[in-house]
């Protein structure tokens, strides 16, 4: 069955950043596309982007452009999100999910915690 | 960008009852809409794309539909399970949600 696993909670201080991975299963890896969601406290659940699993080649959510860096390890089916210049409001839950329009499978999302 | 707007932001209703779900985009989205469903504490849930595709393992009592800027998401017979918050997301034109409907029971 199709599994998307995410790495646990982070605790990060400002200014920092972080690299969360979400390793796929259950099907060929580099068929579909992984987008990466927001959600904060609020409940408000925004796209971030999207990597080609199989290119390599990436989209972003204007917002988020210099904020996340999206990359892929095809040999472990994993893809990883880096987010940099941590702030307060990178505190969310952030969810890998497959494809980059349906999301129809979702990873167990992972807290980011950012503070000092 | 275009705008997702939910309402009502939050439904109360008892269980047997039939539950619609408003979702408006800021400009025509040609159908590409899909519909998710967020349980407390968990991630969520494809029920339903393209408008009114619903997906494999759905209870039939959920259901969509619309066009143009306008769309809706039914649930015929309201069940305890389906106590959940509920996400409208377009992928015509960038990729937005809606700020979410909470669906609780009466």
């Known amino acids: ?116 | 960008d275009i705008q997702m707007t939910q309402s009502p932001s939050l439904l109360s209703a008892s269980v047997g009852d039939r539950v619609t779900l408003n979702c408006k985009a800021s400009q025509n989205i040609k159908k590409n809409l899909n519909w998710y469903q967020q349980k407390l504490g968990e991630a969520p849930k494809l029920l339903i794309d393209y408008t009114n595709n619903l997906q494999t393992g759905i209870p039939s009592r959920f259901s969509g539909s619309g066009s143009g800027t306008d769309y809706t998401l039914t649930i015929s017979r309201l069940q305890p399970e389906d106590v959940a918050t509920y996400y409208c997301y377009q992928y015509d034109s960038g990729r937005t949600f809606g700020g979410g409907t909470k669906l609780e029971l009466k």
Request: some cysteine; charged content about 15%; hydrophobic content about 30%.
């Open chain 1, 1 to 116: 069955q199709v599994q998307l696993h995410q790495s646990g909670a982070e605790l990060a201080k400002p200014d920092s950043a972080v690299k969360l991975s979400c390793k796929a299963s259950g099907y060929i890896f580099t068929t579909y596309y992984i987008s990466w969601i927001k959600q904060t406290t609020g409940q408000a659940l925004e796209y971030i982007g999207h990597i080609n699993t199989g290119s390599g080649r990436t989209n972003y959510n204007e917002k988020f452009k210099g904020k996340a860096t999206l990359t892929v390890d095809k040999s472990a089916s994993t893809v990883f999100m880096q987010l940099s210049s941590l702030t307060p409001d990178d505190s969310a839950v952030y969810y890998c999910t497959r494809r980059g329009d349906l999301f129809d499978y979702w990873g167990q999302g992972v807290m980011v915690t950012v503070s000092s």
